[in-house]
Antibody, heavy 119, light 107 residues
């Protein structure tokens, strides 16, 4: 059974760095073709893709956010970590992690974690 | 960056009727397109990948078609549980991109 779960602070202050952890089970990120991604959704708005890391440790980022994002993995712990620097109130959103493999779309998602940026 | 444009923004359809949702890519994404359904307070659910392949457990009333830049999601006979927001997403080029969504509401 594949599961993903996001964890991190619910509230961060402007200019702070956000660190989110995706802990997953039921698959291995060392399996060829396996990837984990971060996606966010501001309240009432559309989904926005942020970053992806693959089984080979290749990393891909949103063009508009790439200077602020870092994605990494710890295969032994089954975790993927996303850091986002210089947080702003416009970054208030539900942050999801999701699995994608072999070009089949994001087939499993976490329940999401709401991050509010406010002083 | 490939821009995904969905239409209409809101679609009002009666239960039992057919719904047709459109997604257009600003350049070709081949068949590397997925559709998702999202209900309030829930994570998105994968419906279709490869433009036309239903994901595991998705009812046959959901079908996808298209390639290149024009794609369609069709729901053949709407059930009450199908009223939700639908997103398309391309995974042909980096960065990955989503459409802005179509809200399917009860008429």
């Amino acid at each position: 059974q594949v599961t993903l779960r996001e964890s991190g602070p619910a509230l961060v202050k402007p200019t702070q760095t956000l660190t989110l952890t995706c802990t997953f089970s039921g698959f291995s990120l060392s399996t060829s073709g396996m990837c984990v991604s971060w996606i966010r959704q501001p309240p009432g708005k559309a989904l926005e893709w942020l970053a992806l890391i693959d089984w080979d440790d290749d990393k891909y980022y949103s063009t508009s956010l790439k200077t602020r994002l870092t994605i990494s993995k710890d295969t032994s712990k089954n975790q993927v970590v996303l850091t986002m620097t210089n947080m702003d109130p416009v970054d208030t959103a539900t942050y999801y992690c999701a699995r994608i493999r072999g070009g089949r779309g994001f087939d499993y998602w976490g329940q999401g974690t709401l991050v509010t940026v406010s002083s | 960056e490939i821009v995904m444009t969905q239409s209409p923004a809101t679609l009002s359809v009666s239960p039992g009727e057919r719904a047709t949702l459109s997604c257009r890519a600003s350049q070709s994404v081949s068949s590397n397109l997925a559709w998702y359904q999202q209900k309030p307070g829930q994570a998105p659910r994968l419906l279709i990948y490869g433009a036309s392949t239903r994901a595991t457990g998705i009812p046959a009333r959901f079908s996808g078609s298209g390639s290149g830049t024009e794609f369609t999601l069709t729901i053949s006979s709407l059930q009450s549980e199908d009223f939700a927001v639908y997103y398309c997403q391309q995974y042909n080029n980096w960065p990955l991109t989503f459409g802005q969504g179509t809200k399917l509401e009860i008429k």
